[in-house]
């Protein structure tokens, strides 16, 4: 897991930590000192750690005159045991939220497992954003993460599933992948080409 670091082939266009907008700004990071883990596994260090043991993510594009965010996860998304979405709002969501944030792509390529608890997280974080057409959409789920997430019915408050598996988001611009998830959304038939 060491060698999976986040996509930066969008990094001329945006860096989270010089971003005075983003919870990240500021940070530092080692290309050599790994330090964060998921169980026993490290992680490459360029990961944002947000206050979970086992769930790091990586905001890789923010635009706040169209208000929306592309932020890529890794790791065990567990809510069970270590309450994630709960790290995940209010150390991350809200602070963009507040920022003009209401659109979410969450990449979920390299989310491993999923346990679920309960939905009020996801309640509160749809409730912040859907006065403003704001929509959350996880894309790239495994099948047996999607299951989970359908079994604590998730699917009232975020959207995921087979229209939102099938995109190939990294050949693409950011601008391009949030048109293409945005009219999925949408239920239109708008394709990345290639």
Same mark, same amino acid.
């Given at each position: 897991?060491?060698?999976?670091?986040?996509?930066?082939?969008?990094?001329?266009?945006?860096?989270?930590?010089?971003?005075?907008?983003?919870?990240?700004?500021?940070?530092?990071?080692?290309?050599?000192?790994?330090?964060?883990?998921?169980?026993? &596994?490290?992680?490459?260090?360029?990961?944002?750690?947000?206050?979970?043991?086992?769930?790091?993510?990586?905001?890789?594009?923010?635009?706040?005159?169209?208000?929306?965010?592309?932020?890529?996860?890794?790791?065990?998304?567990?809510?069970? *045991?270590?309450?994630?979405?709960?790290?995940?709002?209010?150390?991350?969501?809200?602070?963009?939220?507040?920022?003009?944030?209401?659109?979410?792509?969450? *990449?979920?390529?390299?989310?491993?497992?999923?346990?679920?608890?309960?939905?009020?997280? &996801?309640?509160?974080?749809?409730?912040?954003?859907?006065?403003?057409?704001?929509?959350?959409?996880?894309?790239?789920?495994?099948?047996?993460?999607?299951?989970? *997430?359908?079994?604590?019915? *998730?699917?009232?408050?975020?959207?995921?599933?087979?229209?939102?598996?099938?995109?190939?988001?990294?050949?693409?611009?950011?601008?391009?992948?949030?048109?293409?998830?945005?009219?999925?959304?949408?239920?239109?038939?708008?394709?990345?080409?290639?």
């Amino acid at each position: 897991m060491h060698d999976l670091e986040p996509y930066f082939q969008w990094r001329d266009q945006y860096i989270a930590s010089e971003d005075k907008q983003s919870p990240f700004y500021g940070r530092e990071y080692s290309e050599f000192y790994f330090s964060n883990k998921v169980y026993n &596994y490290y992680i490459h260090p360029q990961w944002d750690e947000f206050g979970s043991a086992t769930l790091y993510l990586k905001v890789l594009f923010a635009d706040y005159d169209q208000g929306y965010a592309i932020i890529e996860m890794i790791g065990e998304w567990n809510d069970c *045991l270590y309450n994630d979405v709960m790290y995940l709002k209010r150390e991350v969501i809200d602070h963009m939220v507040d920022k003009g944030i209401y659109k979410f792509i969450l *990449l979920c390529d390299n989310v491993l497992i999923f346990h679920g608890s309960d939905d009020c997280y &996801y309640e509160e974080w749809y409730d912040d954003i859907k006065d403003d057409d704001g929509w959350i959409c996880l894309v790239n789920t495994l099948p047996h993460v999607e299951e989970e *997430l359908e079994d604590i019915r *998730l699917q009232y408050y975020v959207n995921f599933g087979e229209r939102f598996n099938e995109v190939n988001w990294r050949p693409h611009t950011p601008q391009t992948l949030f048109r293409v998830v945005e009219a999925l959304m949408k239920e239109e038939v708008l394709r990345l080409p290639g």
